[in-house]
């Protein structure tokens, strides 16, 4: 078991950068992390997810390049660096954790936290 709290969501304008913040309780190194996003009206969706011990990523294309996942097990925690963020980047952001060998997909994590709004100005 574990709860997830995300942080560090805000106002930011285009091509400017933010950091977010999971801070987890429980047996966070069990799990692989992921972080999704959902904006109004559409799905949640894929951002990119980190293995347990932090050696692999990987990253949905349209953020590819310019977010970065990392986490500190020690802090119990996992960081989103948002880089060049666009207009389109807009949206609530979710931390989330999985006892499975990979996660791409919603329905394959079984913990979240509650959200951090990210909204990107022009």
């Known amino acids: 078991q574990v709860q997830l709290v995300e942080s560090g969501g805000g106002l930011v304008q285009a091509g400017g950068s933010l950091r977010l913040s999971c801070a987890a309780s429980?047996?966070?190194?069990?799990?692989?992390m992921g972080w999704f996003r959902q904006a109004p009206g559409k799905e949640r969706e894929f951002v990119g997810t980190?293995?347990?011990?932090?050696?692999?990523?990987y990253y949905a294309d349209s953020v590819k390049g310019r977010f970065t996942i990392s986490r500190d097990n020690a802090k119990n925690t996992v960081y989103l660096q948002m880089n060049n963020l666009k207009l389109e980047d807009t949206a609530v952001y979710f931390c989330?954790?999985?006892?499975?060998?990979?996660?791409?997909?919603?329905?394959?994590?079984?913990?979240w936290g509650q959200g951090t709004q990210v909204t990107v100005s022009s």
């Open positions: 989330a954790a999985t006892g499975q060998a990979w996660g791409l997909r919603v329905e394959l994590y079984d913990y």
């Open positions: 429980g047996a966070f190194s069990n799990y692989r």
């Open positions: 980190i293995n347990r011990s932090g050696g692999t990523t």
